[in-house]
């Protein structure tokens, strides 16, 4: 079973980019942040925990749980929920 | 070094409303918020290049009122800072702040905190598992974003906040796989017994319980999320039946079919910023949390640092309004601008308003004989990965307070410094001791009150470095200990 996890269809979204995950090109809308981004292209885990390995995804959303970490740009810990999508911005997730 | 006359921090309805009645008082006002737009979590904006009036009805109309709210910041006496953090305050009115451009301090004659609230989360087995959430979340990602987190969503917790939101999700095209409310049928329409006279109210409630029983959604009364079920992400939860106390009847489980999960047992006030400040605090039973004391000018104990909205007490998007107002016309007074006193009427409706969510907070507390439940393999610390039976062990062995459960064994220790797990310790503790959640405290609000490089903190005039100390270290050479 694979989520769906989905745009609202009937927005319009402005001109599409492309940003990276992990060294692969993902289309990416003005405005979304990166969080977003990962969602809609269907990656639920952003990252593992240093403790257990344990998957890690969208908690809290509004920027207090720190459990969306993701690596932008070479920045590591960067929270996915409050960090918007740049065209051409390198994200990494790590394996889980 | 900047300077302002009032720094109003948080831009959702409070702040808000503050920072207008200051400006059109007269007094230069600057807006903090960490988010990329104003409106708080309450009035979530889109970004400007979305374009839809036609998503779902219940959410358009509350995106237009925050639109509304929000042109008022359109006055040359206001200065927007978004992504914005503030990481330090002093009570001498010192800000600390951290953008993407670097890091800044500013000096403020006042400061009006209107820092908001965070949700009131209970642990189950695999609440860590990618597809649990808080509800907040997915209508955050749903207002904000336009993105639905999921296709079969199960919403859990207590409050009229899970039908609002279950109503949204069904609106923009989700399946509702059930709502689980903690309360039994009995006490949750009692609870809705106590908006008496609020006939609005009354009437948006039982709208979305028809639109929910029409879709066929099963309403789950007196029910908790024991476990998540899933081995790398979210397939469905594990439902038991309570009793009046909240504890489990042995027996009466069922498994639901879900791919999300989205949990709110209410509200907990965002305090860190006040106590950093000084800013006395008071424990309030009504929501079982502690909030920033004021008087009736919402002024704190630290002279020149005012609380608006849920920092003051958990209240909702009318107390905070009112709250935002009464703030930003005192703090505009006291530097001199003929703003207007607040009259007994504006006193009266607040206080009104405060003792109807009071009442309302009251009937939707989570019971004690759910924090009881929760089994010792259980993560309680999602940072830390700390259980509740390590918790309840540190307790039984003289850790009293949370400040001592954190040296214990590093609860609270981790990235979110303690905002989601400390309300939760802090029950443990009191039920396995026999004392108050009161006595149990609070976490000590440290700077930075939200992790920055640590080059910020450093030269906080300077800009930063990139690399967090963590992985700075780890690049010299050190390992990591757990």
């Not at chain 2, 929000?70 to 702040?97: H, M, S």
């Not at chain 2, 690399?467 to 780890?474: C, Y």
Request: overall charge neutral.
């Amino acid at each position: 079973m694979t989520i769906q996890v989905q745009r609202i269809s009937q927005i319009e979204r402005g001109q599409a980019f492309s940003i990276t995950v992990n060294g692969q090109p993902i289309e990416a809308y003005p405005g979304e942040s990166i969080a977003t981004v990962l969602a809609a292209a269907g990656y639920r885990a952003f990252r593992a925990t240093d403790a257990s390995a344990s998957p890690r995804g969208i908690f809290c959303g509004m920027g207090i749980c720190f459990d969306c970490l993701v690596t932008v740009d070479g920045l590591p810990n960067q929270r996915a929920c409050m960090t918007e999508a740049r065209a051409g911005c390198e994200v990494r997730v790590r394996d889980v | 070094m900047n300077t302002t006359e009032i720094a109003v921090i948080g831009a959702g309805p409070a702040g808000i409303a503050a920072a207008v009645t200051a400006a059109n008082a007269g007094a230069r006002v600057l807006l903090l918020d960490e988010n990329p737009r104003p409106g708080g979590q309450y009035y979530k904006q889109p970004p400007s290049s979305f374009h839809a009036n036609d998503v779902a009805s219940s959410l358009s109309e509350n995106i237009q009122h925050g639109r509304e709210l929000i042109a008022g910041l359109n006055n040359p006496k206001i200065t927007v800072c978004a992504n914005t953090l503030v990481w330090n305050i002093t009570a001498d009115g010192i800000l600390d702040l951290y953008a993407p451009e670097g890091a800044t301090r500013v000096q403020a004659k006042r400061i009006i905190l209107a820092s908001g609230a965070y949700e009131r989360v209970v642990p189950f087995a695999g609440w860590t598992l990618p597809g649990v959430m808080t509800v907040g979340a997915a209508q955050l990602m749903l207002k904000g974003q336009g993105l639905l987190v999921g296709q079969k969503i199960l919403l859990c917790g207590t409050g009229p906040l899970l039908q609002l939101a279950a109503v949204q999700l069904l609106d923009a095209g989700a399946d509702i796989a059930a709502l689980v409310e903690l309360h039994s049928r009995t006490e949750f329409f009692g609870g809705g017994l106590k908006l008496f006279g609020q006939w609005g109210k009354i009437g948006q409630g039982m709208a979305q319980q028809k639109k929910l029983l029409d879709a066929g959604v099963p309403m789950k009364y007196g029910c908790v999320v024991t476990r998540a079920v899933g081995e790398t992400e979210t397939r469905g939860a594990v439902i038991v039946k309570v009793d009046g106390n909240g504890r489990p009847i042995a027996g009466s489980e069922e498994t639901i079919a879900a791919d999300t999960i989205c949990m709110n047992y209410g509200f907990v006030p965002a305090t860190e910023l006040a106590r950093l400040a000084g800013c006395e605090q008071f424990f309030d039973t009504h929501f079982d949390a502690f909030a920033t004391k004021t008087n009736d000018d919402l002024e704190t104990t630290a002279r020149g640092i005012f609380a608006a909205g849920e920092v003051r007490g958990i209240g909702g998007v009318e107390v905070a309004l009112l709250e935002g107002k009464i703030a930003g016309a005192a703090a505009a007074r006291q530097l001199g601008y003929a703003a207007q006193s607040n009259g007994h009427d504006v006193l009266k409706e607040w206080q009104k308003a405060r003792a109807a969510f009071d009442s309302l907070s009251s009937m939707f507390a989570v019971k004690r004989g759910v924090y009881e439940s929760i089994a010792d393999d259980v993560l309680v610390c999602r940072c830390e990965e700390i259980r509740a039976g390590e918790i309840r062990d540190a307790a039984r062995a003289g850790a009293q307070n949370l400040n001592a459960l954190k040296a214990w064994n590093r609860c609270g220790m981790g990235r979110c410094q303690g905002r989601i797990c400390g309300p939760i310790a802090a029950q443990l503790i009191a039920s396995e001791t026999g004392t108050s959640v009161e006595s149990v405290g609070a976490f000590t609000a440290r700077i930075p009150v939200k992790p920055v490089p640590l080059g910020v903190v450093g030269a906080s005039a300077e800009p930063h470095a990139t690399g967090t100390a963590m992985e700075d270290h780890v690049g010299y050479g050190a390992a990591r200990v757990k």
